[in-house]
């Protein structure tokens, strides 16, 4: 269980990443060329993994495949369009406030969809990391989140927030079956179903100047360290943990992206975002306490798929 934990760790820490990130992508380039590019990017660093490991071929069956479709559409490709979109009508600070939908969502449709049990313990765990997330947030908030300026970026950060919280318990069920690069890569070609459409229609969006070169750079960053690298690492971790246990660590991603925003962009680190940052690490380690005993008790089950 440690290496999966150590896995899903690695995967919210380049998720914090990815607003900042976004941000300064979206200088130079609209929102549906600025997926499609970091999509391509993440598709080419899986094919090349698969390639080299003699992988590079179609394994799934039929209603596999639909799974992968429903993973790549709508709880890929949609919510992470909306939450570019989101991004570039509202703030960083809103935008990680939403992200807090996420493990709601998580919760939500393990329990829907797997039938998973919540538990009280995951439920303390995963409050606990939401009134620590919340304190790292609010900190920076410039305003409510209703407020008439951004209520259309919020609207749509909502509901990215909500639409990722499918991707885990979508995912899970192929997580035990097929190694994490090949789902990531199966799902992300799906994807392209959306991306694809949408960036011809903004080529009159595209911004020249000195502020193109850099956007360009931050979607490749976005596509290998993202959309390849952390989602790579967030599938491997489903073979091992059950879905409801993954809902927590996304509740680490605004304390991080409040660290990058003083790495990045020369922003102060109030005491508020550090106590913040503390509660989201409690709730990750009450939850990761109830399942340690459970894994002791039952065994730590199969291992994962190679990769």
Known sequence: MLRA??????????GGLTYPWQKMALRGLPPG??????TVAGLACMA???AWRGNLRWRWDRRETARLAAVGILAFA?????GILGVGLSTSADASLLILLEPVGILLF???LLGEPVGGRRSVGVGLGMAGALLVVTEGAGGPLLSSGHFRGNLLLAASGLLWGLWTPLMSPLAKRHGAVENTFGSTVFALLLFLPAAPLEGTDWISGPDAAPSLGYAVLLGVMATFLSTVLWAASLARLPSPVVAPFVLLQPAVGALAGVWLLDETLPPRTLAGAGLAAAGVALVLAGEGRGARAAGDGPAPPGN
């Open 5 to 14: 934990v150590l896995m899903l760790l690695a995967a919210n820490l380049l």
């Open 33 to 38: 060329t600025l997926a499609l590019l970091r």
């Open 48 to 50: 090349a993994w698969l």
């Open 78 to 82: 949609a919510p992470q369009l909306l």
């Open 110 to 112: 393990s329990r829907w």
